[in-house]
T-cell receptor, first 113, second 113 residues
């Protein structure tokens, strides 16, 4: 069974540019989560999808961040325009309906210069 | 004050040592406790989870939860160099349907041969 995949693995952009991160969850997992780790801090929850619906977006920092999950499969997280403080590692995780375990992807390392 | 406190380390031990990793938390509503292991440049991987106070054992790993003290521990027996990684505690509660994970900052463990 393929795990959670994320693309790109690294992204370096300039302040003010736009970046789109992609997450492909484990096949059949209805639940998809985005988390972020800023350097020196803990991993923090951003939002949770159940299929294509946003269930909880309480962790989204501001309206420069837009997450979508059209069709309930893969998800994208767009940052527009990017700021220096957006630098960090963005993790995606997925979970099926029956079990509590969230499976994490390898993360996308974003550096905003 | 952070909801979950975890000593960042690094914790250096010789091969074969018993390792104790700990987290404290402030929110008594947390009901589901997890330990993740994260190797460099990889995503967090679930090691163990538990709902209740007490001990849970899996091979060389034992997870311990003391809800009265709001304290959780992970013990690693006969530690191996391959155990060198960052260990993250995470927890969640029923009100969120066990969806939104709250992480500690992680403890970096180094096991020397």
């Amino acid at each position: 069974e393929a795990g959670v995949t994320q693309f790109p693995s690294h992204s370096v952009i300039e302040k003010g540019q736009t970046v789109t991160l992609r997450c492909d969850p484990i096949s059949g997992h209805d639940n998809l989560y985005w988390y972020r780790r800023v350097m020196g801090k803990e991993i923090k929850f951003l939002l949770h999808f159940v299929k294509e619906s946003k269930q909880d977006e309480s962790g989204m920092p501001n309206n420069r961040f837009l997450a979508e999950r059209t069709g309930g499969t893969y998800s994208t997280l767009k940052v527009q325009p990017a700021e220096l403080e957006d630098s960090g590692v963005y993790f995606c995780a997925s979970k099926d309906r029956e079990r509590e375990t969230q499976y994490f992807g390898p993360g996308t390392r974003l550096l905003v210069l | 004050q952070k909801e979950v406190e975890q000593d960042p380390g690094p914790l250096s031990v010789p091969e074969g040592a018993i390792v104790s990793l700990n987290c404290t938390y402030s929110n008594s509503a947390f009901q589901y406790f997890m330990w993740y292991r994260q190797y460099s440049r990889k995503g967090p991987e679930l090691l163990m989870y538990t709902y209740s106070s007490g001990n849970k054992e899996d091979g060389r790993f034992t997870a311990q939860v003391d809800k009265s003290s709001k304290y959780i521990s992970l013990f690693i027996r006969d530690s191996q160099p391959s155990d060198s990684a960052t260990y993250l505690c995470a927890m969640t509660f029923l009100n969120t349907g066990f969806q939104k994970l709250v992480f500690g900052t992680g403890t970096r463990l180094l096991v020397s041969p």
